[in-house]
Antibody, heavy 117, light 112 residues
Framework: QVHLVESGGVMVQPGESLGLSCAASGFTFSSFAMHWVRQAPGKGLEWVAYLHYDGNLKLYSDSVKGRFTISRDNSKNTLYLQMNSLTAADTAVYYCVKDDYFTLDIWGQGTMVTVSS | DVVMTQSPLSLPVTLGQPASVSCRSS???????????LSWFQQRPGQSPRRLLY???DRDSGVPDRFSGSASGTDFTLKISRVEAEDVGVYYC?????????FGQGTKVEIK
């Protein structure tokens, strides 16, 4: 069964950095692009970042470009999101999501990131 | 960026009755591959989103056939033929034809 499990969400102060991880299982991780999508408390869904299956293409939303870095380790079936210069606007549940050719099919349970002083 | 506009934002429905959610894109979603990459997601209270439909009307495995999708130009519709209690939640449309991929604001479906 396809499974995505995010971890690393905590409370941090504005300006700090944080790294998220997503452990994948049940499918050939190295063959699929992956995404991060976030959801601020009580709000809708926002696409954050995309990473091609081989790591050679990375795309970001304007709201995180230059501050966030998406990466992967196909040998460990793990997706990462490094977040720097965090602000209150980055407070959200962060979902790791599997790509399915111009759509998103499998979502993780999400990990909560809170940025507050 | 492509703006996805959903309506209504709140939809009270009666059990057993049909329901319809609309989603309008600010530009054509027809991709150079010939497909229209518009998906629908359901997010039940306290859960992660779950995909219902992709490429406008292709239904995911396990999704009841009471859910259907259609398109007319830049207008897209999710229809529930007979609403059941388990259908309560927020429904989002998403376009994946143009980067960045964008979501609609969400439509909250609740039982009257």
């Amino acid at each position: 069964q396809v499974h995505l499990v995010e971890s690393g969400g905590v409370m941090v102060q504005p300006g700090e950095s944080l790294g998220l991880s997503c452990a994948a299982s049940g499918f050939t991780f190295s063959s699929f692009a992956m995404h991060w999508v976030r959801q601020a408390p009580g709000k809708g869904l926002e696409w954050v970042a995309y990473l091609h299956y081989d790591g050679n293409l990375k795309l970001y939303s304007d709201s995180v470009k230059g501050r966030f870095t998406i990466s992967r380790d196909n040998s460990k079936n793990t997706l990462y999101l490094q977040m720097n210069s965090l602000t209150a606007a980055d407070t959200a549940v962060y979902y790791c999501v599997k790509d399915d050719y111009f759509t998103l099919d499998i979502w993780g349970q999400g990990t909560m990131v809170t940025v507050s002083s | 960026d492509v703006v996805m506009t959903q309506s209504p934002l709140s939809l009270p429905v009666t059990l057993g009755q049909p329901a319809s959610v609309s989603c309008r894109s600010s530009q054509s979603l027809v991709h150079s591959d010939g497909n229209t990459h518009l998906s629908w997601f359901q997010q039940r209270p306290g859960q992660s989103p779950r995909r219902l439909l992709y490429r406008v009307s292709d239904r995911d495995s396990g999704v009841p056939d009471r859910f259907s999708g259609s398109a007319s130009g830049t207008d897209f519709t999710l229809k529930i033929s007979r609403v059941e209690a388990e259908d309560v939640g927020v429904y989002y449309c998403m376009q994946a034809t143009h980067w960045p991929w964008t979501f609609g604001q969400g439509t909250k479906v609740e039982i009257k």
